[in-house]
């Protein structure tokens, strides 16, 4: 995916009277928000080097382990909407980690990107630490192409965000985030894609995404929990696919299904 920091420049956007500084602020804002648009990408399911052969607590799915991607997945055919809900989290600096450095990690829902690679029709936020700071982006994206940022929407830690995505074809459809706390609601249509989806995988994902073909510093982002999970507007969860990170041998997620329409993800660094 991409490197997202674009938070201050929204922020100092709507002061009406600029404080010394703001300019600045603004541009270089406006230069991060372009390079983040140039580099930002989500990959396909990567599986992890050394794979571990763990066995899953969950008594309705296996748990397979990738280097990017944490959740759930169902593996079948016809997959033309899926959603999930979210509470954003508040991302930490991972234990040992340095406050000079920035770490990231996302949360979507997707259509494809697992056992179909061709394509991944997905949307999502994006949320970012340095420091004491925090920044959050929803973005939406037409894989193998990068993400790009919804305007007109702000996101902080606490509100409850609805993710969906629609296959209207198996190259046009819709990404659709909705802020539940704020009312405030975004979307984008595709259409004439090139790269085809399969409609074989349902996705509810936290990501380690890339940014200029590399992962970025993965972040703690705490818990993750997709409610409402659902495809097609009724078939949930059950019998997905459990995927967790891993990094250098090192285990970095656990996640699990609750009931039919619940995927819950923790990061355990």
Wanted: proline residues 3%.
């Amino acid at each position: 995916m991409q490197l997202p920091i674009v938070a201050c420049a929204l922020l100092c956007a709507n002061v009406v009277l600029a404080a010394p500084g703001t300019a600045m602020r603004r541009q270089r804002a406006a230069e991060r928000l372009a390079e983040r648009r140039n580099s930002r990408a989500s990959n396909t399911l990567q599986p992890a080097e050394g794979e571990l052969s763990v066995a899953s607590g969950n008594d309705t799915a296996h748990v397979e382990y990738s280097s990017n991607w944490a959740g759930a997945v169902l593996i079948g055919s016809g997959y033309k909407s899926v959603t999930g809900t979210i509470v954003v989290p508040t991302p930490k600096t991972p234990s040992g980690g340095s406050s000079s450095q920035q770490y990231s990690a996302s949360a979507w829902v997707g259509i494809d990107g697992d056992t179909c690679q061709t394509a991944i029709l997905q949307t999502g936020v994006d949320f970012t630490v340095q420091g004491s700071r925090v920044s959050f982006d929803a973005w939406y994206e037409w894989f193998p192409d990068y993400a790009y940022d919804f305007s007109g929407i702000s996101i902080k830690a606490g509100d409850t965000i609805t993710m969906t995505v629609t296959a209207t074809s198996k190259s046009a459809g819709t990404a659709v985030i909705e802020n539940k706390s704020t009312g405030q609601k975004v979307s984008h249509s595709f259409s004439g894609e090139s790269d085809a989806l399969c409609e074989t995988n349902a996705e509810w994902i936290v990501e380690d995404y890339s940014s200029g073909g590399s992962l970025v510093s993965f972040a703690d982002f705490g818990t993750v929990q997709f409610t409402g999970a659902s495809v097609n507007g009724g078939t949930g969860v059950s019998g997905s696919t459990i995927i967790d990170i891993q990094q250098s041998s090192k285990v970095l997620t656990d996640c699990s299904t609750s009931g039919s329409s619940t995927v819950v993800c923790s990061y355990t660094g």
